[in-house]
């Protein structure tokens, strides 16, 4: 019988679920053994849907199930680091939600404990990676279709319709400024393109429509340049006002131009009525991305079973965090 990746989900919110959905019926080399909540109904809600043997609200003893060799860190970023290094302590290996962690001190303990961890894989979950349009746009820029990348341009957009929402998280303490929260993803593709790091960035951008966002030193809309060490640039823009979810990018190279999601089509289907030649947009990211969530978590489990190590690492972590929080500065000397 073929081995199975027995895994124990800590932080079982929309993350936390879509990642036990995706382990418990889509990858066969995989079981999600056990889930941690501080809520015991919803531990036991969980058990009880997805046939889950074991459920936990202290999340010690979960690590101390001998039967576990991965732990899914799903919970909010203010937990990564507790969670990241005790699952370290305890050789699993560890699947990480990103942002890694909310500081720099904090993701170099992470990296340093996920070293010292010997040959358990870690990652990060920048799912974009995975995502089919972006893999094969990185492998034709691998193959030299656009010559040398030179520009990144990303673009991440969500409707005005989460302001409310979101105003109230940032209330709470939940939600971190925009640049780190949605930017952590465009500053990982940057550095994956591009195949640098950050030296020198300018922001500006303001809470044009929530102007309440602006007391929390936050912002509904930013736009960014940055110089990087081997003379590329890249150009983020995050925003929280659009029509509907909307991501794209585009990287320009010395020989050609790739440009991935131009249009946030809902799907296939146009139509051409009275009111013009219209499409469907995405309605939430969760819909955008689905192949994206399920394909790192595969790629994770195939690390564990061929002792590969996973391309992004604590490390990519760390760097995303660094560039975020380096728009997040700029942003505050612009205003």
């Not at 849907?49 to 979960?62: C, D, P, Q, S, V």
């Not at 492998?139 to 929402?165: C, M, Q, W």
């Amino acid at each position: 019988m073929k081995r199975k990746v027995k895994f124990g989900i800590v932080g079982v919110g929309n993350m936390g679920r879509l990642h036990l959905s995706n382990l418990q019926n889509r990858i066969p080399e995989a079981e999600v053994l056990a889930v941690c909540s501080r809520q015991k109904e919803r531990a036991e809600s969980l058990q009880t849907e997805f046939g889950i043997e074991y459920g936990y609200t202290n999340y010690r003893e979960m690590l101390a199930n001998p039967e576990i060799d991965a732990i899914v860190a799903a919970s909010g970023a203010e937990a990564h680091k507790e969670h990241c290094l005790l699952a370290c302590r305890a050789k699993k290996h560890i699947f990480c939600e990103k942002p890694l962690a909310k500081t720099i001190e904090d993701c170099l303990e992470i990296e340093k404990a996920a070293e010292e961890n010997g040959a358990k894989c870690f990652t990060v979950g920048f799912m974009r990676r995975f995502d089919p349009s972006y893999a094969e746009a990185k492998e034709k820029i691998r193959n030299g279709a656009i010559g040398k990348p030179i520009l990144f341009k990303g673009v991440s957009l969500d409707p005005s319709s989460v302001l409310p929402s979101h105003l109230k998280g940032v209330k709470k303490g939940i939600y971190v400024p925009w640049f780190i929260e949605m930017g952590s993803h465009d500053t990982d593709l940057a550095r994956w393109f591009l195949e640098g790091d950050p030296e020198q960035s300018y922001a500006f951008g303001g809470a044009y429509v929530c102007e309440e966002l602006a007391d929390y030193d936050d912002y509904d809309n930013g736009f960014s340049l940055t110089r990087f060490d081997n003379g590329t640039t890249a150009y983020i823009q995050v925003g929280r006002t659009a029509t509907c979810s909307h991501v794209e990018s585009e990287v320009v190279g010395t020989e050609g131009t790739i440009r991935i999601n131009s249009i946030p089509r809902r799907n296939h289907l146009s139509s051409f009525t009275s009111e013009g030649y219209l499409e469907q947009c995405q309605e939430s990211f969760l819909n955008r991305w689905g192949d994206a969530f399920f394909g790192e978590m595969a790629d994770f489990v195939d690390c564990i079973l061929t002792n590969r190590k996973p391309e992004s690492t604590a490390h990519d972590g760390t760097m995303s965090l660094a560039y975020c929080l380096k728009l997040h500065k700029a942003y505050q000397n612009e205003k």
